[in-house]
């Protein structure tokens, strides 16, 4: 009888030991191996690219958080910001920033207000931004420190003693070389008449003081007061920000005479006549070998001894109001004038397409372009469209539309003569600006991207200033405070807010969707 054969129990301490079945042998390129192979290979698939998935979103998050540490790091450290804004309002222009890479010595900017309530003003936050980029651009030389009266009454009170400061002032300072604006003086506005501001001037107006601070010997420059003059705010404004030390000085006064330092005499449209005294004093002055600027306009009337003494120098004035039946501008009065010259120094760089508006302005004539010692040359003329209109005491222009009678144009809105002479074998000149509007140096036209008026402007204050240098600077207006992207900015936020991240939710999809049907 067979009999089972007994199991020997396991050895103490072992547990019993199963042997594994051997795998299943497919033959050598049987549909069974060939299976096994794909089953394989398809593991090894999924572990690569469920790797490789792995890696590229730990690679984009980490370039997402890069990027973002170090433009936070360049903010911080250095101001880097975009500005996408429509009208770059905190971006300074290419001729502030060569000014400042190109600054020798260090100058202090300080702002008499917290940074907090200073950016809680209107335009506020556009200013402090602006203030920032010029310590950036300057590498560091330009110094702004806000300054709070409450708690520094002391440090106030040290510049109250050279300079007039209120709250929110901004002073600059190099050495001891000050200029000071208040905070109404960095607003733009269209004229004095508004009742809120429509951009901001800081730009132009620290700019032009930092330039300042770096000329020796500013140049002198007077304007004449005393017979009610229209625009002589104005042009003294523009002399100031062009870094001439300004006066004002009334020859009417006994004994009152204009100061051999005096570079440069502004006479802007009188609306009364000069007595025969005063012309004395004018003609002491022309014969000086100086600079003058005189400013006619149709608001004045007759003026019967300036005008003689003016012929002798080759031009002549008619009272009649220049108009245009072409007008871009507003109305009738508001004449555009384009370069007549375009050799001359006044001209240079004009476009063709810029032209210069010039508000009512008088007839003026050229008399001649040489005579003797003197050249004259017509800077600016209107259009063969214009006209004008002759005023009498007794008529009032009641319609500006063309009509029989009417003076034909084109008129001169800008005449320069020169006289020079070889004294000593130096060669001595004295220059006369003849302007036909008082109002050609106005916010509103020098600010225009439109115009020429701020290129003639400068190139005027350039013509008369040997000392230093004219800043062209715009000021900024504001038309729109909601953010504006176009162009290329459109191309780099769109690729930042929507494609990218837009690119890791579909890669995303595509990877949790592919493992889920394998």
């Known amino acids: 009888m067979n009999k089972t054969p007994e199991k020997k129990p396991a050895a103490k301490g072992n547990a019993p030991i199963t042997k594994k079945p051997a795998p299943k042998q497919h033959a050598e390129g049987s549909f069974g191996a060939k299976l096994h192979r794909f089953n394989f290979n398809l593991r090894k698939q999924r572990l690569k690219y469920g790797t490789l998935a792995t890696v590229m979103s730990l690679l984009i998050v980490t370039a997402i958080i890069l990027v973002n540490v170090l433009v936070g790091f360049a903010t911080d450290k250095y101001g880097l910001k975009f500005d996408m804004t429509s009208e770059k309002r905190f971006e300074l222009s290419d001729e502030t920033i060569d000014i400042l890479k190109n600054l020798d010595e260090s100058v202090n900017l300080y702002v008499f207000m917290t940074e907090d309530n200073f950016r809680a003003q209107t335009y506020g936050n556009e200013m402090a931004e602006i203030l920032d980029r010029y310590q950036v651009y300057s590498d560091g030389k330009v110094q702004v420190h806000y300054v709070d009266p409450v708690r520094n009454p002391g440090f106030v009170k040290k510049y109250e003693d050279i300079v007039k400061i209120s709250n929110g002032s901004i002073v600059v300072e190099k050495g001891e070389k000050h200029r ?265 036209l020098v600010n225009s991207d439109s115009f020429g008026n701020m290129r003639f402007l400068t190139n005027v204050m350039d013509e008369f200033n040997d000392s230093g240098v004219t800043v062209e600077v715009k000021s900024k207006k504001f038309t729109d405070p909601e953010l504006e992207v176009i162009g290329s900015q459109l191309t780099v936020v769109l690729i930042l807010l929507c494609v990218i991240p837009a690119a890791i939710i579909i890669f995303g999809i595509v990877v949790w969707y592919r493992r889920k049907n394998r």
């Open 180 to 444: 000071a604006f208040s905070l109404s003086d960095l607003y733009y506005w269209y004229d004095s008449s508004q009742s809120s501001a429509v951009g901001v001037s800081i730009e132009r107006k620290l700019t032009a003081a930092i330039v300042y601070m770096n000329i020796e010997n500013p140049p002198k420059a007077v304007v004449l007061t005393g017979h009610s003059e229209i625009g002589a705010s104005t042009i003294a404004n523009q002399l100031y920000e062009a870094n001439y030390t300004v006066s004002t000085l009334s020859l009417l006064e006994g004994g009152a005479e204009i100061p051999d330092d005096v570079s440069l005499v502004v006479l802007s449209c009188p609306t009364t006549d000069y007595t025969e005294e005063e012309i004395l004093k004018l003609e002491k002055y022309l014969n000086s070998y100086r600079s003058f600027i005189y400013v006619t306009g149709a608001d004045a009337p007759k003026l019967t001894n300036l005008e003689l003494l003016f012929r002798e120098w080759g031009v002549e004035f008619e009272d009649a109001l220049v108009c245009d039946a072409d007008y871009r501008y507003s109305d009738y009065t508001n004449v555009y004038a384009w370069t007549s010259s375009t050799d001359a120094p006044l001209t240079a760089g004009f476009a063709a397409s810029k032209y210069v508006v010039a508000p009512r302005s008088k007839v003026m004539r050229q008399l001649w372009t040489e005579s003797g010692l003197m050249t004259s040359t017509d800077l600016l003329q209107t259009s063969p469209k214009s006209y004008a209109k002759i005023k009498s005491d007794s008529e009032t222009i009641s319609s500006f539309e063309r009509a029989d009678g009417d003076l034909s144009g084109s008129f001169s809105t800008a005449i320069y003569v020169t006289r020079s002479q070889i004294i000593n074998n130096e060669t001595k000149s004295t220059n006369i600006l003849f302007l036909s509007s008082p109002y050609l140096f106005s916010s509103d």
